[in-house]
């Protein structure tokens, strides 16, 4: 048989089993912590914790069409298990992926026992994943981590194809007008996709770098830490940047246009997409012209990013409802904006502050636990914070 078709067929078998092992061990109703809010807010599509989960709101709409009202729960808690079964569906993929390329370092083309040890190797990996307890206690419950991986293992995938791809290009089994960028592109897409449900999707970004960096450059050890501190700074670009930077600017022109010129509600941020839509279309059109295909394809991974990071145009949009659930009330950009920043939590220093350097209370008072750190609080004025002490005779 074909060594394709049977990779698909087998991986499809591996799906099946995570499929029926998720859903026979699934949670009928709301599990406790964040399930239930979840739940909820994908239910009737309303506005849960700061910084939001758009996506998995809308996919899970769309399960709760399905159900009966006092199913919904249930129903909910499935796309969570065939999230994760997908994840599964992916990293035996992957696994495969991994195993070919490293066999066909030595040879041409491979043996049958070479076939079979791939596909054995990978069916073990992903199977040993998908019964371990972590991957497992979320698969089967209302949460985003199930979706999160699913997001994590579609990208690491897509980067092994680009590498695929790469590889018989090079070795001119492809033909010439084969387009190999085009799964950068949809990785930049998916990402995108991946802020609209949680932020550890994107943290397969180092991973990806160094794929592209093993595929476009001579290993050294040099090149190894500068492609890793690349990857980070482009985590952290995507992160501190592009997530909160572009409401950020969003929200300033909307607070001019609003305050200081008496323009409608939405003007600011209207004029300000008008603007990004013109930069990134004049920007591809100018870096084609000139043959520069780096910043080309930069610009186009931009775009896509930002199109599967419009999303959050559903907290803005379902806020404006007024649902019965809208935390901190995400009506307009500039709230957004607050919302996405998760200004509410505050800040918790590491270095300093508050936890880090307050005073050990002393050990023998409480002879049957640990050492922990004592602090009293007292309010000394209404209009000034709360004043911390570690005597009580000093309040």
Not at 140 to 157: D, K, P, R
Request: with cysteine; aromatic share 14%.
């Amino acid at each position: 048989m074909n060594y394709n078709f049977i990779n698909k067929i087998n991986g499809w078998a591996i799906f099946a089993i995570a499929t029926l092992v998720y859903m026979f061990t699934i949670e009928d109703t709301a599990s406790l912590w964040d399930c239930g809010e979840y739940i909820t807010a994908a239910y009737k599509l309303e506005v849960g914790h700061p910084p939001g989960a758009p996506l998995y709101m809308i996919l899970g709409r769309v399960f709760s069409f399905f159900a009966a009202p006092e199913n919904v729960a249930f129903y909910i808690n499935s796309l969570s298990a065939l999230s994760s079964s997908f994840t599964i569906l992916f990293m035996f993929w992957s696994i495969t992926l991994l195993l070919k390329k490293l066999i066909l370092q030595g040879k041409k083309e491979l043996e049958k026992h070479d076939q079979v040890g791939i596909f054995v190797s990978a069916s073990i990996g992903a199977l040993a994943y998908t019964f371990t307890d972590s991957f497992w206690f979320s698969a089967v419950e209302g949460e985003v981590y199930a979706m999160a991986s699913l997001f994590t293992a579609v990208i690491f995938w897509a980067i092994l194809k680009w590498d695929e791809e790469m590889s018989e290009l090079q070795a001119n089994r492809l033909s010439s007008n084969a387009t190999p960028n085009r799964w950068l592109l949809l990785i930049m897409f998916l990402l995108g996709l991946a802020i609209g449900v949680h932020l550890l999707g994107i943290l397969v970004i180092p991973a990806i770098g160094y794929v592209i960096y093993f595929r476009v450059k001579e290993t050294t050890r040099n090149g190894f830490f500068i492609a890793g501190i690349l990857s980070i700074i482009i985590l952290g670009f995507i992160q501190e940047g592009v997530i909160p930077g572009t409401i950020s600017m969003a929200s300033s022109f909307e607070t001019a246009f609003v305050n200081s010129m008496g323009l409608p509600f939405y003007s600011g941020s209207l004029f300000f997409f008008a603007l990004l839509i013109a930069f990134c279309i004049f920007g591809v059109r100018y870096a084609r012209k000139n043959n520069m295909h780096l910043l080309s394809n930069a610009l186009m991974g931009l775009v896509f990013l930002l199109i599967g990071y419009g999303s959050f145009a559903v907290i803005v949009i379902r806020s404006n409802a007024n649902t019965p659930l809208d935390e901190n009330d995400p009506e307009n950009l500039v709230t957004l904006h607050s919302y996405l920043k998760r200004e509410q939590y505050g800040s918790s220093p590491i270095l300093s502050g508050p936890y880090w350097n307050s005073k050990e209370n002393p050990r023998d008072q409480f002879e049957d636990i640990s050492a922990y750190h004592l602090r009293r609080w007292v309010v000394v004025d209404e209009d000034t914070d709360l004043r911390g002490f570690v005597k009580e005779e000093d309040a």
